[in-house]
């Protein structure tokens, strides 16, 4: 068994739309995949704004790493109001958050998709 050590990755600036965020999860997804069986703590202490869109990007990472390379994955410092909407979107599934409901309808479902031709029929998009 291979003995798991607390591997420490931060964000020094919120993660917006834009080439260093996109550097920065680029980093973090080769950082996940050079390493096995880790604890990985994801500092978010810079962090009050975060895309929407980004979340899938960071679940890709997250889920990815998680289920092929046995990580534990735990965030700290994370902002009350990201949380909120990790919770509503259905994000929180990698933690062991209470799920919150979404009453005003604002925020986006978090789904991961099957990348097997069985499931092509959910990205199936015709034009007329």
């Not at 996109?22 to 950082?31: G, M, N």
Request: proline share 1%; net charge neutral.
């Amino acid at each position: 068994m291979v003995k798991q050590h607390e591997i420490f990755f931060s964000f020094e600036k919120n993660l917006k739309n834009n080439i260093a965020t996109y550097s920065k999860l680029i980093e973090l997804y080769h950082t996940l995949n050079t390493l096995e069986q880790q604890k990985i703590i994801l500092d978010l202490s810079n962090i009050t704004f975060l895309s929407a869109n980004l979340l899938a990007l960071l679940g890709c990472c997250v889920d990815s790493t998680m289920t092929k390379r046995n990580h534990k994955i735990a965030l700290r410092n994370l902002h009350p109001k990201i949380k909120a909407v990790m919770q509503k979107n259905g994000f929180n599934r990698y933690f062991t958050w209470d799920n919150l409901d979404d009453k005003y309808h604002n925020t986006m479902n978090y789904d991961i998709f099957e990348s097997t031709t069985e499931h092509l029929v959910d990205f199936d998009v015709t034009f007329c």
